[in-house]
């Protein structure tokens, strides 16, 4: 399941939108609308298990490196040669695999709050520990049991910066599986992100990151350099981790100063 902003634009540049956890694709429609009135054709995919799309039968289907071959086969699938690549939250970290792994598929990456897979595997010890809800996702149904609740370790309270989080949880309720979609790509992926050496992206660059994101640490974006052949630029903005729901405007702003 995707949204596509103009199926009959075959000439506009392409700009494909990877949204994260715990949302969906309509995370990006503000986004969209400002870019599609610049001349920009955009497309956003319902990852794996998430809005509109297949639930996967088992857990491994849930696998990063397998979901970035998703979004590079549905450019395939729409006769794309190239598009720019924004994600943000787990959509950056699928976006640094699509840009690794199929070079050719992007013409210039924006990854926001998550920097490149290695540099966030080598990130300081500070981010073990404010990422401490990856672990707690490892715990089949007992996560999901209590991330549906009211105690603790709720998404109600864990994630209680996420400006839709009352939609969220009413989400998740009415389609519990959904949830453990959601979940499931720590499952599959921590792993091979946290041991694996993923390849550098040979095109420009932009990192964005927010200074009041309580779950990730600034290094491990500032230090994706390292993993960047193309150009590299950073920008550090005030605001929480929600960036694409929290400050659409500035970020489309960005977005067309760089692409």
Same mark, same amino acid.
């Given at each position: ?16 939108? +990877? ?11 503000? #986004? ?11 497309? /956003?995919?319902?990852? +794996? ?41 787990? @959509? ?6 699509? /840009? @690794? ?21 080598? /990130?300081?010890? &500070? ?24 105690? &603790? ?33 720590? &499952?599959?992926?921590?792993?091979? #992100? ?23 640490? =600034? ?8 993993? #960047? ?9 005030? @605001? ?13 702003? =960005? ?5």
């Amino acid at each position: 399941s995707y949204l596509d902003s103009a199926p009959d634009a075959s000439e506009r540049p392409v700009v494909l939108l +990877l949204h994260g956890f715990p949302d969906e694709a309509v995370m990006w429609t503000p #986004v969209i609308r400002r870019l599609h009135a610049a001349g920009y054709r955009c497309i /956003a995919p319902d990852t +794996l298990g998430c809005g509109a799309s297949q639930l996967g039968q088992q857990t491994r289907d849930y696998h990063a490196r397998r979901i970035a071959d998703d979004h590079a086969a549905l450019l395939d699938t729409l006769d794309i040669r190239q598009a720019d690549v924004v994600g943000h939250d787990w @959509g950056a970290a699928l976006a640094w695999l699509l /840009a @690794g792994y199929h070079p050719e598929r992007v013409r210039r990456l924006v990854p926001i709050s998550v920097g490149h897979p290695t540099a966030y595997a080598r /990130a300081e010890f &500070r981010q073990k520990l404010v990422g401490w809800y990856t672990l707690f996702f490892q715990l089949p149904g007992l996560s999901e049991r209590l991330l549906l609740g009211e105690g &603790r370790f709720s998404l109600r309270r864990v994630f209680a910066s996420h400006p839709e989080m009352e939609a969220v949880l009413q989400r998740m309720r009415a389609q519990p599986a959904r949830l453990t979609a959601a979940v499931r790509i720590y &499952r599959a992926s921590m792993v091979d #992100v946290l041991f694996r050496k993923h390849p550098p992206v040979a095109c420009d660059t932009l990192g964005i990151y927010s200074t009041g994101d309580r779950f990730l640490v =600034a290094s491990q974006m500032c230090d994706s350099s390292r993993w #960047v052949k193309g150009r590299w630029q950073f920008e550090q903005w005030p @605001g929480g981790h929600w960036v694409p729901l929290e400050q659409p405007e500035k970020l489309c702003e =960005a977005l067309l100063a760089f692409i």
